[in-house]
DNA sequence: GTCTATACGCCGATAGAC
DNA sequence: GTCTATCGGCGTATAGAC
């Protein structure tokens, strides 16, 4: 009696057990890393960050429990690490359709069209050769976890892309009060984030009938909506007090 | 050593223990769970469900850790509970608004801007003499909490009430593709989730400088921005295979 | 440096005494 | 109706094997 190993289910590498080379070493290290975040990564977009246990993940890795804090320091580092690996890459993308576009139109602003679809379209699309509604909900899971979790992690990998997008489309719709500008970008993110985590409404509202959209199809559909909303005349109801 | 007894830090009833009346009973008990769900409220709120612990909630409560589940069955019980006394009048609050638009234009339909604040004012407006922003913000702290958890209570609470929406503003704008419309009444309601969950974004993104707008003012802007957006001409990328 | 085994203090839940 | 005791599972920390 008394055996604990209910791990390695799935497998302990190809190799023997015994090469002890410290190339061999470093790999398996590497190996044992990916194998967290690819097994973490599922589990956190199945059941949620809270909702997915580390020896969930661990046991599914085929890795040792404490492994886990031995690479990422913690449970919630681990996120940070996921998300670096997810959200940076689309973030990047964004930056650089930004950059560009605002290159093609100078000396005037580029349309607000134009920087929507920049900041709408990496987050739907990109894929690499991964499922891609994986890859979408890891991101729109995060929302709404804990708030303590959730302050700081959107501030680091968001808040200066997220302002950055707000000044560009100052400049495309300089009509537009500020501040309600800013708010209608807080609808804007609202709604893709929704959209991306894919938790609530849809096939659970609708029935499957919803769920047949392309991602290239719910690209076209939000930012008709986006567009439209964030052109809006301005309301205006508040032109008072601050002078 | 070993005595346990960290509870009761707070107080233990006003009464004497010996007291055996089945009236001060009762009304003892109806006190234990409205403290639970006051206490459960403010922390649920405060942390998130996944983060606000029973025994936090039941210290703070100043009753027993057990008593929860004798009132509520489990901490999703007192979950449940605590959502049917909050979003269950709001949503009949939209409901009776929605139909007595739809009683005024028969045998018109009601124009989709009211449909849509009859859907959003009470969501946002309702307080009954609370802090406002604490009503509103467990709403929206529980879309994105484990996917096991909204989803069937998105069903429960929303489901319905979603669905005689969507079919309103079908009527209002015939013109508009089935498909489309629903998707965008999915991002109007993402858009509003992430305005009531007061999460991320706003003041964490731009400074308190943001957050100033008052209950109403935020009312007009959403309405602003999703009026124009679900109003937009249909983008009809679709019209294709199933005839 | 990489990984394992083990332990600690919380958690939600439950059974049974009062 | 309330409380105590206790359960298995959780995230975390650490000592030591390799």
Redesign the interface.
């Known amino acids: 009696m008394g055996v604990p190993a209910n791990q390695r289910a799935t497998d302990s590498s190809a190799g023997d057990p015994k090469a002890g080379d410290s190339k061999a070493a470093c790999s398996k290290a590497l190996d044992t890393k990916q194998r967290i975040l690819e097994a973490a990564e599922a589990l956190f977009v199945?059941?949620?960050f809270?909702?997915a246990s580390l020896r969930a993940v661990t046991g599914a890795a085929g890795v040792n429990l404490a492994a886990v804090h031995y690479h990422f320091g913690s449970k919630e580092g681990l996120l940070h690490a996921l998300l670096d690996q997810h959200v940076g890459p689309i973030n990047q993308d964004r930056l650089e359709r930004l950059l560009r576009l605002e290159a093609a139109s100078a000396p005037a602003a580029p349309s607000a069209e134009a920087v929507l679809r920049a900041f709408i379209e990496p987050a739907l699309m990109r894929e690499r050769g991964r499922d891609p509604q994986r890859v979408r909900s890891l991101l729109g899971?995060?929302?709404?976890?804990?708030?303590?979790?959730?302050?700081p992690l959107?501030?680091r990998e968001?808040?200066a892309l997220?302002?950055r997008f707000?000044e560009a489309l100052e400049r495309s719709l300089p009509q537009l009060p500020r501040?309600?500008l800013?708010?209608?970008?807080?609808?804007?993110?609202?709604?893709?984030?929704?959209?991306i985590?894919g938790?609530?409404?849809?096939a659970?509202?609708?029935g499957p009938?919803?769920g047949?959209?392309s991602t290239e199809?719910?690209v076209?559909?939000?930012l008709?909506?986006?567009?439209?909303?964030?052109?809006?005349?301005?309301?205006a109801?508040?032109a008072e007090g601050t002078e």
Chains 1, 2 share one sequence.
């Open positions: 199945e059941r949620g809270s909702g899971r995060i929302y709404g976890e804990p708030p303590h979790l959730v302050g959107v501030e968001f808040g997220g302002r707000v501040d309600e800013r708010w209608r970008f807080q609808f804007v993110v609202g709604a893709l984030l929704y959209v985590s938790n609530a409404g849809l659970l509202q609708f009938e919803l047949r959209a199809e719910l076209e559909l939000l008709g909506f986006v567009e439209a909303g964030i052109g809006a005349p301005a309301r109801s508040r």
